[in-house]
């Protein structure tokens, strides 16, 4: 892969070189209140529930991502993994690099790895679902807030919401001429470049175009200087949004979105036996900027979407919403798995032992993802509220899959797989808001989901092991196509209590689903089918703002049940990717919000999750570590008990990449020097022990991760303008956070402690 230099696109530069260049007024700067009295916060309006609400008034377990912490942490050049443990419950990991993350909202989510996964935390981007999980890596920038909403969402946002919603809405266009720049530059010669331009166009019309390039240089150095790609871990990640909003009168309006994104950079870096045997320690000679692999390393994907929101107000206190949504994404990684170079049978090899050697990648040659929706809802201000709609969805994408001999010089390819899958779906649904009296107010929702997929593979080879199955030879092994089809009602009702101004308490029981999911079949497994998943939750707590406004708190306590849950079996001596169901999971934790002025210029926040979740199934057994040998023998220290067929069970096990513990917390000081403001703020996350897979063992059990930043800035010329200085990962903790564990010890580690500087003016 060729050497990252950090150079901006022509237009991300001038974008940011207008806003370095103009003063005016303008929104807050990061890490500034607005809207709010100085000591007091401003209040958090949100759209968890389709409508705009006091956060304090929703019925269920949500927190936000202000858009000056967004700042804050998107302005070190980090991709939206970022976000994970900045609120309370959240997960956010990835085996792809900058590419599909996989969330995970109290303890729930999926580790698969394939590329027509599903997941049961949906992405929603400005209003449209982003199904796919490639899509859901799309940059963070130019956003008016994130939401995170826990719990089923399986009635307003409907399918593939059982775990919650992760909403992400970008600042709109408004009616004045106004917009900002920000420059980054970082350790690695990273350089971050956003900046945004509101334009009105005419008397009902206003355009905003955003935009975002991120680049670092190649940081980590291949010591195998045979090794086809020598440096790696840098990146050229670009996007852009143009918003149009078009409000010819009061009875219409309109917002056209048009968004994309160039990405070319490294794939996820493996590295072989990083962890020392009989622990989850690193071993003593790690250097987190050498690896030593032969196989070619590199990530690209283009995706392009659209979207179109229109609004009717109908009379008689009606609204319609017409949403619609198209999403195409093109994207490949390719990567040496096993982390090493050579095999114990094609000496020199290394790092430790190699038993063979594995590169792969996959590819999205084609996709396309259709969405709409309309809703109607009532407008008027009495004890009644209502909205109700319909939903269509449909997607259709290939996918490529290769591997390749890295013991032959030049990598040749020697195996191939082509599938393609067809997922439709259509959804009604309706919503009913009452105020049986001022204080005590109930909710109800439900909504009718019908979805089915159209698996097949489609071309398929493979010599790896120096035999060729032909595509017949794999249709006669067992099934290649699948056409799974489900329906499912789903419910929520909630309710709030007001036992005193601004103090609330709330109660919620709700279910949500996912739909059945395919695996094809491969060089080492057969085709796995998992049955849908069903989730039903029950949560209550109380929100409350406090002393004047000084403070706000929110807590509230779950448990939940998933019958049928879809689980990916990774891994075992085979390298096998087979889906299953088990009987069910549990999941019971709480969570705690809080937000507080300790003076006028000290502003601290605290966020807490404890999630603990359980699978059960007493049957279930699901291979483990193998170090791919002649007899197989574990390469890991396995915990569980092993069944007769040396397989572990895995009944009562936490699910895989669920911390019990989130802790998250800020704490920022202002003061007044000269003609502006210093501030400082420092934050951190913590997350306590996760499994990589769904056996427990010694070896691939994640340490717990606790990671610190610190900023210090100069904001001047009435907020205009913000030079700041800032650490990423200040105390350079370096862990474990995912495992390969059919080879050998292989794993992948997060980010290291960066620096960097950002200026920043508005106009």
């Not at 709109?172 to 334009?199: C, D, H, M, Q, W």
């Not at 990449?657 to 951190?684: E, H, I, R």
């Amino acid at each position: 892969m060729r050497h990252h230099r950090p150079a901006l696109r022509p237009l991300a530069a001038a974008l940011a070189l207008i806003g370095l260049a103009q003063a005016a007024h303008a929104q807050a700067p990061a890490g500034t209140e607005t809207g709010a009295e100085p000591g007091k916060l401003q209040t958090i309006t949100v759209t968890a529930e389709r409508r705009s609400e006091n956060i304090l008034d929703v019925p269920s377990s949500i927190s936000t991502i202000s858009p000056e912490m967004l700042d804050v942490l998107a302005t070190s050049g980090q991709d939206i993994r970022v976000l994970s443990g900045r609120v309370p419950s959240l997960n956010i990991e990835s085996s792809y690099g900058r590419a599909f993350p996989r969330f995970y909202i109290r303890g729930y989510g999926n580790t698969d790895f394939r590329l027509n996964a599903s997941q049961p935390v949906s992405l929603v981007y400005d209003d449209v679902v982003q199904e796919n999980p490639i899509l859901k890596g799309f940059p963070v920038f130019d956003l008016d807030r994130v939401e995170v909403l826990r719990g089923p969402q399986g009635t307003l946002f409907g399918r593939n919401t059982p775990g919650g919603v992760v909403k992400f809405d970008s600042a709109r266009p408004s009616r004045k001429f106004e917009g900002y720049g920000s420059l980054t530059l970082g350790t690695f010669s990273t350089v971050n470049a956003e900046g945004a331009i509101n334009v009105p166009t005419s008397e009902g019309s206003a355009l905003r175009v955003s935009l975002l390039s991120q680049n670092r240089d190649d940081w980590v150095e291949n010591t195998n200087d045979a090794g086809p790609t020598q440096k790696m871990e840098g990146y050229s990640d670009n996007a852009v949004r143009l918003q149009w909003m078009v409000q010819p009168s009061r009875d219409f309006s309109a917002l056209f979105n048009l968004h994309g994104r160039d990405f070319d950079g490294s794939a996820r870096v493996f590295r072989a036996n990083i962890i020392k045997p009989g622990t989850n320690d690193l071993v003593d000679d790690f250097d987190i900027k050498k690896v030593s692999t032969d196989g070619i390393n590199r990530s690209e994907l283009q995706n392009y979407g659209a979207s179109a929101r229109l609004r009717w107000d109908m009379g008689q206190g009606l609204t319609l919403h017409s949403i619609t949504g198209w999403e195409q994404v093109h994207a490949l990684s390719r990567g040496d798995i096993d982390g090493g170079y050579g095999a114990v049978f094609a000496p020199p090899s290394g790092p430790g032992t190699i038993p063979f050697s594995s590169e792969t990648a996959d590819g999205m040659p084609e996709h396309r993802q259709l969405s709409q929706e309309f809703r109607i809802e009532s407008a008027s201000s009495g004890p009644l509220a209502w909205q109700a709609g319909l939903y269509l969805f449909s997607e259709d994408y290939k996918i490529e899959s290769f591997s390749y001999d890295s013991l032959t010089t030049g990598n040749p390819e020697n195996g191939y797989e082509r599938v393609r899958q067809k997922n439709t779906a259509y959804a009604v649904f309706g919503n009913l808001n009452y105020a049986v009296t001022p204080q005590f107010k109930l909710r109800g929702g439900l909504r009718y989901t019908r979805d089915k997929k159209d698996f097949a593979v489609e071309d398929y080879y493979s010599n790896v092991f120096g035999t060729v199955p032909t595509f017949a030879e794999l249709q006669a092994a067992g099934p290649t196509t699948a056409a799974p089809s489900d329906s499912k009602l789903n419910w929520d009702l909630s309710g709030t209590y007001a036992v005193a101004k601004d103090v609330n308490l709330f109660a919620r029981a709700a279910t949500g689903y996912r739909g059945s999911s395919v695996q094809g079949a491969g060089a080492f497994n057969n085709q796995s089918i998992a049955g849908p998943e069903n989730n039903t939750s029950f949560e209550a707590g109380v929100k409350a703002e406090l002393f004047d406004r000084r403070a706000r708190l929110s807590f509230g306590v779950f448990s939940y049940t998933v019958k049928d849950l879809q689980l990916t079996a990774v891994g075992g001596a085979s390298n096998s990717n087979v889906l299953l169901n088990a009987d069910k999971a549990t999941g019971r934790g709480f969570e705690l919000d809080l937000q507080a002025y300790l003076t006028e210029q000290l502003l601290a926040t605290l966020g807490v999750g404890y999630n603990d979740t359980r699978i059960k199934d007493k049957a279930l057994a699901v291979s483990v570590c193998g170090n791919g040998m002649n007899p197989p023998a574990n390469n890991c220290t396995v915990t569980d008990p092993l069944n007769a067929d040396g397989k572990a069970l895995i009944d009562g096990n936490p699910l895989p990449q669920a911390p019990k513990t989130t802790v998250n917390f800020t704490l920022k000081y202002m003061q007044p020097v000269g003609s502006g403001d210093f501030y400082v703020l420092t934050d951190w996350t913590y997350r306590s022990k996760v499994n990589f897979f769904l056996y427990e063992s010694k070896e691939f059990t994640g340490k717990s991760l606790t990671e610190g930043g610190l900023r210090a800035g100069y904001i001047w010329g009435d907020g205009k303008y913000e030079l700041a200085a800032f650490g990423r990962n200040i105390t350079n903790q370096v862990r474990v956070v995912g495992g390969i564990d059919f080879n050998n010890l292989t794993g992948f580690v997060n980010e290291p402690r960066t620096w960097g500087v950002n200026f920043r003016a508005m106009f």
